[in-house]
């Protein structure tokens, strides 16, 4: 037939072409030329408020780096893609960073969903990794081959509940969230801890993402008779959630609120309605006298321009990161990971990374501050501190898979846990 | 009686079936070769549901949901094997059309779209709100990988084999219909319903047929991609998605089986390739879109004579049975 | 706070957002009346125009009303571009293609407002004092009782247009029958243009609204897009004044549940009000039922 002989033709050109157009990656993740961190963020949808503050802390560490001498005599070179805080293009960024940029390092997205769908990739393609958005059950299933560049949540949110029960003696807490993952994890955390100190949670509402309407939210809060609320709100919803809180709750409601409150963005746009939060935040704050995190902030208002909460996480984790990397004196990913679990105090402007290989976290200190300046961050005043060195999850690590049986006792005896 | 095309036979199954040996340890390409299987199954659906018997559902994405969590569901919480799970995930996603469709058959073209629409809005706040079954926004992990009497599909190139052979098997489905008297049927639906009905067919049984047909292939691409990332959460059914087909859809031509496939390997490329473009690469899909229907509203498909008969090509009159 | 004050707060608040909708509402209905096309990017062009008008606000004049008034014209100015460059031609095709290729309209100008004006969201300045006033426990936001205001004088003016200018009434003339109006000497071309121009400006109006009472973000164009088109579906589509109807019904409808039933489900009670609207009352609430085609 000659119309399927055609197609056949036609087909087998395509083939051809496209393995020929590929860039097929030739010299592979080598020992020379520059050491390739990859980076999949949100560049773009609601998430890029945090994503886009993130890669440009990325850059100006490398930057800095590279300024340095770089690490092991090599230069830093930065690959990033948009992951758009989804899923699938997590996936395809993922890939596209491991198989064809071959890169040494990865952090594999910008949202919990994004990032654990990612995390395998990097996992498989034999790539260190480090990120931020994770919650415990992921930082679990990395294996040890991830690291986590912050303070997790069930660190900063229980600070927050204790400053609430313990300091403004709130006992009946509403909570307004967003409904992601993000949301649910946090309105999990609070209640748990809350509960636990001895207060109730008499009302949870929730809002879409995307919606910035939450009158009927807050008139069902209102009716629950509570002293407080925790309010978790994300990105363009804050300014106008705020606005409502002000007509629809009693002015005698405490308001807590997430860390999302600590950017720039948010101050400019909201002003003087976040005065009167109280608020967690990890402590990369201006307000915050260690020389370390003051040298840092000024190295980022210098490089950057601008000051973002999402900053430290992105110091923290190259600077983890190179040191681990320093310290192996390889990229290899075993060699790497294994120079993380090693660390102890290494200084950093979120505390000293110290390592805990039960729970796979190397960040447990918590400031909540009060917002009182509007769109000024440097006038909020540290009200709370919070530091624990207790084992955060219920599930361990498991070490075995990728470092081998005896690892995981060898590490537990470095530092002195069971 | 239709033919089955014959080059599935062909040279052309050979090529592609050697492709992994070919491009051994080249997992990007291969990577990229699986995407662009999973993509041909949904566009396929599309193919049915859009091109052939015009329905514009909006809703596809929320199928291809429901095969995703059926796999899930079957593979992770009732220990069921993959590919027993897949079929199955594929009827789940053809028989929720049915119940969509049944009632929702009668709307016209502007409101087919809303409804449909508005049932994958709905779908998709369920799979939020259901946590207990779906996981809620956390998503759903650790959907066990695919494995087959003892062997585990991990590699890239494992998935290639798995894909290719549904996306044949789809591929020849469609062609297979779309040459026989029920595929004429169907156009002629899509073009001129009065004329179709005045003869005596049941339209809306048609319709219906069509929408579970091609929410079936939806279906099965999700529960395809359920195995192949381990991970599905509602981020992963959104309207976007569905805006994404729909552009891959126009630009191959709405009944052009032959330029849909073609369209599906320049988007999935292109966007591979344009993922450091963000978010121009978007400005680009809509453009295209406004650029196609303006100057080549039957897509590339029409712009291929050759590819266009070989799909679309019919039987002689004489084979015809009414 | 008892139950009649909250369903008081909820309607006064659904009353609001109901002018949003009936804006965004109108703008769907116009669009499909002259020209056939159901425009899915109205939301969009709703977005466009609250980003213009901050852009006019901060860099050129801190005036309002005179910054919102370039705006509505710029938008004006918007509205017939796009229809001459890019809907011109499709008007013979299949109504599917059309709609996709509005789909694709709103993915690009989605994608250039991000790129222009960042993935921030942006507020307004207040127009008045932004504290609520009480009366008793019914809240009241003076801004919002200015919106309101603003809206139901929008919808008005509008009315007036069309039914008692000659333009106007050349444009429904041009909704009813296209090739009767041609018959008796309107410019049928320059009508449709003109309603997508003037689509664009009540549109943008809708954003605007929003703007001031919320705030603006990139992806403010798809939620009030489909509450507007579920709005107009409601009232009545195609027909203007059904569709402004319906708009209000829509706004206090969601409103009332979601205070009364689950906030849980305010966005899903409007889609499911669309579904039951379409099986029930497909003509919409304020239309006199038709036969609707069974093929």
Same mark, same amino acid.
């Given at each position: 037939?000659?119309?399927?002989?055609?197609?056949?033709?036609?087909?087998?050109?395509?083939?051809?072409?496209?393995?020929?157009?590929?860039p097929?990656?030739?010299?592979?993740?080598?020992?020379?030329?520059?050491?390739?961190?990859?980076?999949?963020?949100?560049?773009?949808?609601?998430?890029?408020?945090?994503?886009?503050?993130?890669?440009?802390?990325?850059?100006?560490?490398?930057?800095l780096?590279?300024?340095q001498?770089?690490?092991?005599?090599?230069?830093?070179?930065?690959?990033?893609?948009?992951?758009?805080?989804?899923?699938?293009?997590?996936?395809?960024?993922?890939?596209?960073?491991?198989?064809?940029?071959?890169?040494?390092?990865?952090?594999?997205?910008?949202?919990?969903?994004?990032?654990?769908?990612a995390?395998?990739?990097?996992?498989e393609g034999?790539?260190?990794?480090?990120?931020?958005?994770l919650?415990?059950?992921?930082?679990?299933e990395?294996?040890?081959?991830?690291?986590?560049?912050?303070?997790?949540?069930?660190?900063?949110?229980?600070?927050?509940?204790?400053?609430?029960?313990?300091?403004?003696?709130?006992?009946?807490?509403?909570?307004?969230?967003?409904?992601t993952?993000?949301?649910?994890?946090?309105?999990?955390?609070?209640?748990?801890?809350?509960?636990?100190?001895?207060?109730?949670?008499?009302?949870?509402?929730?809002?879409?993402?995307?919606s910035r309407?939450?009158?009927?939210?807050?008139?069902?809060?209102?009716?629950?008779?509570?002293?407080?609320?925790?309010l978790?709100?994300?990105?363009?919803?804050?300014?106008?959630?705020?606005?409502?809180?002000?007509?629809?709750?009693?002015?005698?409601?405490?308001?807590?609120?997430?860390?999302?409150?600590?950017?720039?963005?948010?101050?400019?746009?909201?002003?003087?309605?976040?005065?009167?939060?109280?608020?967690?935040?990890?402590?990369?704050?201006?307000?915050?006298?260690?020389?370390?995190?003051?040298?840092?902030?000024?190295?980022?208002?210098?490089?950057?321009?601008?000051?973002?909460?999402?900053?430290a996480?992105?110091?923290?984790?190259?600077?983890?990161?190179?040191?681990?990397?320093?310290?192996?004196?390889?990229?290899?990913?075993?060699?790497?990971?294994?120079?993380?679990?090693?660390?102890?105090?290494?200084?950093?402007?979120?505390?000293p990374?110290?390592?805990?290989?039960?729970?796979?976290?190397?960040?447990?200190?918590?400031?909540?501050?009060?917002?009182?300046?509007?769109?000024?961050?440097?006038?909020?005043?540290?009200?709370?501190?919070?530091?624990?060195?207790?084992?955060?999850?219920?599930?361990?690590?498991?070490?075995?898979?990728?470092?081998?049986?005896?690892?995981?006792?060898?590490?537990?005896?470095?530092?002195?846990?069971? | 009686?239709?033919?089955?095309p014959?080059?599935?036979?062909?040279?052309?199954?050979?090529?592609?079936?050697?492709?992994?040996?070919?491009?051994?340890?080249?997992?990007?390409?291969?990577?990229?070769?699986?995407?662009?299987?999973?993509?041909?199954?949904?566009?396929?659906?599309?193919?049915?549901?859009?091109?052939?018997?015009?329905?514009?559902?909006?809703?596809?994405?929320?199928?291809?949901?429901?095969?995703?969590y059926?796999?899930?569901?079957?593979?992770?919480?009732?220990?069921?094997?993959?590919?027993?799970?897949?079929?199955?995930?594929?009827?789940?996603?053809?028989?929720?059309?049915?119940?969509?469709?049944?009632?929702?058959?009668?709307?016209?073209?502007?409101?087919?779209?809303?409804?449909?629409?508005?049932?994958?809005?709905?779908?998709?706040?369920?799979?939020?709100?259901?946590?207990?079954?779906?996981?809620?926004?956390?998503?759903?992990?650790?959907?066990?990988?695919?494995?087959?009497?003892?062997?585990?599909?991990?590699?890239?190139?494992?998935?290639?084999?798995?894909?290719?052979?549904?996306?044949?098997?789809?591929?020849?489905?469609?062609?297979?219909?779309?040459?026989?008297?029920?595929?004429?049927?169907?156009?002629?639906?899509?073009?001129?319903?009065?004329?179709?009905?005045?003869?005596?067919?049941?339209?809306?049984?048609?319709?219906?047929?069509?929408?579970?047909?091609?929410?079936?292939?939806?279906?099965?691409?999700g529960?395809?991609?359920?195995?192949?990332?381990?991970?599905?959460?509602?981020?992963?059914?959104?309207?976007?998605?569905?805006?994404?087909?729909?552009?891959?859809?126009?630009?191959?031509?709405?009944?052009?089986?032959?330029?849909?496939?073609?369209?599906?390997?320049?988007?999935?490329?292109?966007?591979?390739?344009?993922?450091?473009?963000?978010?121009?690469?978007?400005?680009?899909?809509?453009?295209?879109?406004?650029?196609?229907?303006?100057?080549?509203?039957?897509?590339?498909?029409?712009?291929m004579?050759?590819?266009?008969?070989?799909?679309?090509?019919?039987?002689?009159?004489?084979?015809?049975?009414? | 706070?008892?139950?009649?004050?909250?369903i008081?707060?909820?309607l006064?608040?659904?009353?609001?957002?109901?002018?949003?909708?009936?804006?965004?509402?109108?703008?769907?209905?116009?669009?499909?009346?002259?020209?056939?096309?159901?425009?899915?990017?109205?939301?969009?062009?709703?977005?466009?125009?609250?980003?213009?008008?901050?852009?006019?606000?901060?860099?050129?004049?801190?005036?309002?009303?005179?910054?919102?008034?370039?705006?509505?014209?710029?938008?004006?100015?918007?509205?017939?571009?796009?229809?001459?460059?890019?809907?011109?031609?499709?008007?013979?095709?299949?109504?599917?293609?059309?709609?996709?290729?509005?789909?694709?309209?709103?993915?690009?100008?989605?994608?250039?407002?991000?790129?222009?004006?960042?993935?921030?969201?942006?507020?307004l300045?207040?127009?008045?004092?932004?504290?609520?006033?009480?009366?008793?426990?019914?809240?009241?936001v003076?801004?919002?009782?200015?919106?309101?205001?603003?809206?139901?004088?929008?919808?008005?003016?509008?009315?007036?247009?069309?039914?008692?200018?000659?333009?106007?009434?050349?444009?429904?003339?041009t909704?009813?029958?296209?090739?009767?109006?041609?018959l008796?000497?309107i410019?049928?071309?320059?009508?449709?243009?003109?309603?997508?121009?003037?689509?664009? *400006?009540?549109?943008?109006?809708? /954003?605007? +609204? $929003?703007? &001031?009472? #919320?705030?603006?973000? @990139?992806?403010? %164009?798809?939620?009030?897009?489909?509450?507007g088109?579920?709005?107009?579906?409601?009232?009545?589509?195609?027909?203007?004044?059904?569709?402004?109807?319906?708009?209000?019904?829509?706004? *206090?409808?969601?409103?009332?549940? /979601?205070? +009364? $039933?689950? &906030?849980? #489900?305010?966005?899903? @009670?409007?889609? %499911?009000?669309?579904?039951?609207?379409?099986?029930?009352?497909?003509?919409?609430?304020?239309?006199?039922?038709?036969?609707?085609?069974?093929?």
């Open positions: 037939m000659d119309s399927l002989g055609r197609l056949c033709r036609l087909l087998g050109l395509v083939v051809f072409l496209t393995s020929v157009l590929v097929v990656g030739l010299a592979g993740a080598g020992e020379s030329g520059p050491i390739k961190f990859g980076v999949s963020t949100a560049l773009s949808g609601d998430a890029a408020a945090y994503g886009k503050p993130f890669l440009d802390a990325i850059k100006a560490m490398a930057d780096f590279n300024e001498g770089g690490v092991l005599g090599r230069r830093i070179e930065v690959i990033a893609y948009d992951d758009r805080g989804i899923p699938d293009q997590a996936l395809q960024a993922a890939k596209k960073l491991v198989q064809s940029d071959r890169v040494h390092t990865l952090q594999p997205g910008s949202t919990s969903g994004a990032i654990f769908t995390m395998p990739v990097g996992k034999k790539v260190a990794m480090w990120g931020y958005g919650a415990e059950k992921w930082l679990v990395g294996e040890g081959a991830i690291f986590r560049s912050a303070p997790p949540d069930q660190v900063l949110i229980p600070a927050l509940a204790k400053f609430a029960y313990e300091n403004k003696k709130l006992r009946n807490v509403g909570i307004l969230h967003i409904d993952f993000y949301g649910e994890n946090a309105k999990e955390i609070f209640s748990d801890e809350f509960k636990k100190l001895g207060g109730s949670i008499p009302a949870v509402t929730t809002y879409p993402d995307g309407d939450v009158s009927s939210q807050l008139l069902t809060l209102a009716r629950a008779k509570i002293d407080g609320v925790f978790n709100l994300q990105g363009g919803a804050i300014t106008p959630a705020l606005r409502q809180v002000k007509s629809f709750l009693p002015p005698n409601v405490t308001l807590l609120h997430s860390n999302d409150v600590y950017s720039q963005a948010i101050r400019s746009e909201a002003g003087d309605l976040v005065n009167g939060l109280y608020y967690f935040v990890s402590p990369m704050i201006q307000q915050n006298p260690d020389p370390e995190v003051q040298k840092w902030l000024a190295e980022m208002k210098k490089r950057v321009g601008y000051i973002h909460e999402i900053h996480r992105a110091i923290v984790g190259m600077l983890v990161m190179k040191e681990a990397i320093a310290r192996a004196g390889t990229t290899e990913q075993l060699a790497v990971m294994k120079q993380v679990h090693r660390m102890k105090n290494f200084p950093t402007p979120l505390g990374f110290t390592y805990d290989p039960r729970d796979g976290e190397g960040l447990k200190s918590a400031v909540v501050l009060l917002a009182k300046g509007g769109a000024d961050l440097s006038k909020d005043e540290v009200v709370f501190r919070a530091t624990t060195d207790r084992e955060l999850y219920k599930q361990r690590v498991n070490y075995k898979r990728f470092f081998g049986e005896g690892y995981e006792k060898e590490l537990y005896a470095f530092h002195g846990v069971k | 009686m239709a033919r089955v014959r080059f599935i036979l062909g040279p052309v199954t050979i090529l592609l079936f050697a492709v992994p040996v070919l491009f051994r340890g080249q997992e990007y390409l291969l990577r990229l070769a699986n995407e662009v299987f999973l993509n041909v199954v949904i566009i396929l659906g599309f193919v049915v549901i859009l091109g052939l018997t015009k329905q514009f559902s909006l809703g596809q994405v929320a199928f291809y949901g429901i095969g995703a059926t796999v899930a569901l079957l593979t992770a919480s009732a220990g069921w094997n993959f590919f027993l799970a897949l079929p199955v995930a594929g009827l789940a996603a053809g028989s929720m059309a049915v119940v969509v469709g049944i009632p929702c058959v009668r709307f016209e073209g502007p409101w087919f779209a809303l409804v449909t629409f508005a049932f994958a809005e709905i779908a998709r706040i369920l799979m939020i709100r259901l946590k207990e079954v779906t996981g809620g926004a956390q998503g759903f992990y650790n959907i066990p990988r695919p494995s087959l009497a003892g062997l585990q599909l991990t590699a890239e190139f494992h998935y290639f084999y798995l894909f290719l052979v549904v996306a044949m098997l789809v591929f020849g489905i469609t062609v297979y219909v779309r040459r026989s008297p029920l595929g004429r049927l169907w156009l002629a639906l899509g073009e001129v319903p009065h004329v179709v009905a005045a003869m005596g067919t049941n339209v809306a049984l048609q319709r219906i047929l069509a929408f579970f047909a091609g929410s079936v292939f939806a279906g099965l691409a529960g395809l991609f359920a195995g192949y990332t381990t991970f599905i959460s509602p981020d992963s059914f959104t309207i976007n998605h569905t805006i994404y087909f729909l552009t891959i859809l126009v630009v191959g031509g709405l009944e052009s089986i032959a330029g849909s496939i073609l369209s599906v390997v320049v988007f999935t490329l292109l966007s591979n390739y344009l993922l450091a473009f963000y978010p121009w690469d978007l400005v680009l899909q809509g453009l295209i879109i406004i650029l196609f229907m303006n100057f080549l509203p039957r897509g590339l498909g029409s712009l004579p050759t590819l266009w008969g070989f799909a679309n090509r019919q039987p002689a009159p004489a084979d015809d049975t009414a | 706070m008892s139950d009649l004050a909250l008081a707060n909820q006064i608040w659904g009353v609001l957002v109901g002018v949003s909708y009936s804006l965004l509402a109108i703008a769907f209905s116009l669009i499909f009346a002259t020209s056939g096309t159901v425009n899915f990017a109205t939301g969009e062009f709703a977005m466009v125009g609250a980003y213009f008008c901050y852009t006019v606000l901060s860099k050129l004049t801190g005036q309002v009303l005179f910054a919102v008034l370039i705006t509505l014209l710029s938008l004006f100015a918007f509205g017939m571009l796009v229809e001459r460059l890019a809907f011109r031609r499709l008007y013979k095709l299949d109504p599917i293609l059309i709609l996709i290729a509005t789909i694709g309209i709103s993915t690009m100008l989605k994608n250039l407002v991000l790129i222009i004006w960042g993935p921030f969201s942006k507020s300045p207040p127009l008045v004092s932004a504290d609520p006033i009480a009366f008793g426990p019914i809240i009241l003076p801004q919002n009782l200015v919106l309101l205001a603003v809206g139901l004088a929008t919808m008005v003016v509008f009315h007036a247009f069309m039914n008692y200018t000659r333009l106007g009434t050349a444009m429904r003339a909704a009813q029958n296209v090739k009767g109006a041609s008796v000497g410019n049928t071309a320059r009508c449709v243009n003109l309603t997508w121009a003037i689509g664009s *400006v009540v549109a943008g109006i809708g /954003g605007i +609204l $929003i703007a &001031f009472a #919320y705030n603006l973000s @990139i992806d403010m %164009g798809g939620l009030i897009g489909i509450k088109f579920a709005s107009a579906i409601t009232g009545g589509f195609g027909n203007i004044l059904a569709s402004t109807y319906g708009g209000m019904v829509l706004g *206090v409808a969601e409103n009332l549940a /979601g205070g +009364l $039933i689950s &906030f849980y #489900y305010k966005d899903v @009670i409007a889609f %499911g009000f669309i579904v039951l609207i379409l099986f029930l009352r497909p003509s919409g609430l304020f239309v006199a039922p038709s036969r609707v085609r069974k093929v």
